[in-house]
């Protein structure tokens, strides 16, 4: 089995920082596609970042310039550093990670998308 766990959540002002993380565990072959998606009660889960295996990111507009997203692949582990922070930014911070894994019945690769708990993210002075 495979695991997401989110840390770094908390209650920032606004304009201060956070920094998020998400640590993979498990029967884990590779790990592809890893990010951070948010949602608000009653409202989609959106993109905030992603990062490929080989370092490509992709960030939505509205954290541009504010977010950064890395990830160490020695420790299956992505971050996502946040400053400038807004109350908009507030949200539940989810990880989903696309990972391959060894399927134990035929010992194939499986690629896999797998989801964290998430973690509360709340900007208020």
């Known amino acids: 089995q495979v695991r997401l766990v989110e840390s770094g959540g908390g209650l920032v002002q606004p304009g201060g920082s956070l920094r998020l993380s998400c640590a993979a565990s498990?029967?884990?072959?590779?790990?592809?596609?890893i990010g951070w998606y948010r949602q608000a009660p009653g409202k989609q889960r959106e993109l905030v970042a992603r990062i490929t295996s080989g370092g490509s990111t992709n960030y939505s507009d509205s954290v541009k310039g504010r977010f950064t997203i890395s990830r160490d692949n020695a420790k299956n582990t992505v971050y996502l550093q946040m400053n400038s922070l807004t109350p908009e930014d507030t949200d539940v911070y989810y990880c989903?990670?696309?990972?391959?894994?060894?399927?134990?019945?035929?010992?194939?690769?499986?690629?896999?998308?797998?989801w964290g708990q998430g973690t509360q993210v709340t900007v208020s002075s």
């Open positions: 498990g029967s884990i072959f590779s790990i592809n596609d």
């Open positions: 989903n990670a696309i990972i391959v894994v060894i399927t134990p019945t035929n010992k194939k690769p499986a690629t896999v998308d797998y």
